[in-house]
């Protein structure tokens, strides 16, 4: 379940289980950091995943993205680039397939794996092992009603819309480039993962779902950085190095130049995954002498 933790917060067509009659209320890790000049930063904990009639905000996060002039988020996802981007990066050399890559034994689990979530093997034949980790980790959230355009940030992209200047942490290239830089072990690895994840799938995505709705970063950091007992501990450690801690440090030395140089308040949305633990965003942001306040309803 870590792994498809993982491949959620890099898969951008992902979205909710069952839509709801009417948006679900939530109150995720949430929190106000002051800098040392004053200036003023909300860091929102989120999910690139979410029911597609949205989420019912409590009102202090309400009023946080009220009073403020700028989204922030990791990547833009309305930039017209990262289709092109993200298919680039995705595919092996024009000499090289997936089949050969793996070798039969792996190839075989992953062509019966795609079958099974209707998804055509040849689709995969051309992609590399953390892509095809992907695609199948968004087919099996698709299985289970899952739909594309709930996600947190695109929610906030598209209110911030005609009313706030955005900004990015990253660009698609960055994020999608993180992949490569694992290697080829840890992106069979995630693959691995992906492939024994499919039964409880639906129990455990709920309760990881219900962890962020309630904004339990304890609950949260142990689904992100607790060791699956079948990855060497090398390989996991190098991952969580990658796609977080490292991450981590560049995002909180780009929001401190924003806050210097954007006027006005900051609203940041940010995977959960950022914010928890001692080298999560509101550890690092205090570390470098802001003031951070968990959030939980009272105030702004």
């Not at 009102?59 to 996802?77: C, G, K, S, Y």
Request: proline residues 6%; hydrophobic residues 50%; charged residues 25%.
């Amino acid at each position: 379940m870590r792994w498809l933790w993982l491949a959620a917060a890099f898969v951008v067509a992902l979205a909710c289980t069952s839509e709801p009659a009417a948006p679900p209320p939530v109150s995720p890790s949430f929190w106000r950091v002051e800098g040392p000049d004053q200036s003023e930063i909300y860091v929102l904990g989120s999910v690139h995943v979410g029911h597609r009639s949205g989420f019912s905000w409590p009102n202090h996060i309400e009023a946080a993205f009220a009073r403020a002039a700028t989204l922030v988020v990791e990547v833009d996802l309305r930039d017209e680039a990262l289709a092109e981007v993200s298919a680039r990066s995705m595919f092996l050399p024009p000499d090289e397939n997936l089949r050969t890559a793996l070798g039969e034994p792996l190839w075989k689990r992953v062509e019966e794996r795609a079958i099974a979530l209707q998804l055509p093997p040849a689709m995969l034949l051309r992609v590399k092992p953390w892509a095809a980790a992907l695609a199948l980790a968004e087919a099996q959230f698709a299985e289970l009603g899952y739909e594309a355009e709930g996600g947190v940030d695109l929610a906030f992209l598209q209110r911030a819309r005609d009313t706030k200047s955005v900004a990015a942490l990253e660009t698609a290239a960055q994020q999608l480039s993180l992949f490569d830089d694992l290697g080829e072990e840890a992106g069979r690895a995630l693959l691995e993962e992906i492939l024994q994840e499919r039964a409880g799938l639906a129990e455990q995505v709920e309760a990881m779902m219900d962890a962020w709705a309630r904004g339990d970063d304890e609950a949260l950091e142990q689904w992100v950085f607790g060791a699956p007992d079948n990855v060497p501990e090398e390989v996991t450690r190098r991952i969580h190095e990658r796609l977080y801690y490292a991450r981590n440090e560049a995002m909180a030395a780009r929001i401190a130049v924003l806050a210097t140089e954007v006027e006005g308040p900051l609203f940041v949305v940010v995977g959960a995954g950022h914010v928890v633990g001692p080298r999560g965003l509101p550890a690092l942001l205090a570390a470098r002498g802001y003031a951070t306040e968990r959030r939980t309803g009272a105030g702004t």
